[in-house]
């Protein structure tokens, strides 16, 4: 018994459209698979519930990891009141390697998303990041943008 690879990760939205607009308008991915419905007693008892009915794309870099989008029609949930702490046990993020951290928080920045993280670069050679930053898309599922050295030859270290 082996794990394979990471396929996808998941991401709960209010909004379907409003998220492929944040994910693709300003964070620049591509649909990789287009929004679709789904309903069925075996999806049901995939995640867990007696019915549902989702509205569900995935997008990503072209690299083999997408983040899906879940929209979930029913049964409906209420957005979390805790969103905001990353430090919770159960709380997950998605990151991102990208070539300029600084140019990605002053579009960020444009777009009225907020972003943690310091401005000056970390002196660490590969795989630490030398620029970071976190940030919420609109549902408040937390991302983050690192930006590093290049994988050295013969390195296995993601």
């Not at 396929?7 to 998220?19: I, K, Q, S």
Request: proline share 7%; hydrophobic share 35%.
């Amino acid at each position: 018994m082996r794990i394979d690879t990471i396929y996808h990760t998941g991401f709960v939205v209010a909004d379907l459209d409003r998220a492929l607009e944040f994910y693709t308008g300003i964070l620049g991915l591509t649909v990789e698979r287009a929004p679709s419905e789904s309903s069925s007693d075996w999806l049901a008892r995939v995640v867990g519930y007696d019915s549902v009915h989702l509205r569900t794309a995935f997008v990503g870099p072209g690299d083999g990891h997408s983040i899906e989008l879940l929209e979930y029609i029913e049964p409906r949930g209420k957005p979390r009141s805790d969103q905001h702490d990353r430090n919770r046990p159960g709380s997950a993020h998605a990151a991102f390697v990208v070539d300029d951290v600084a140019a990605w928080r002053a579009r960020l920045k444009e777009q009225g998303v907020s972003c943690f993280g310091p401005e000056d670069e970390r002196d660490l050679p590969f795989p630490w990041a030398r620029f970071a930053i976190y940030f919420q898309d609109p549902d408040g599922n937390w991302l983050e943008m690192v930006q590093r050295d290049p994988r050295p030859a013969g390195s296995a270290e993601n």
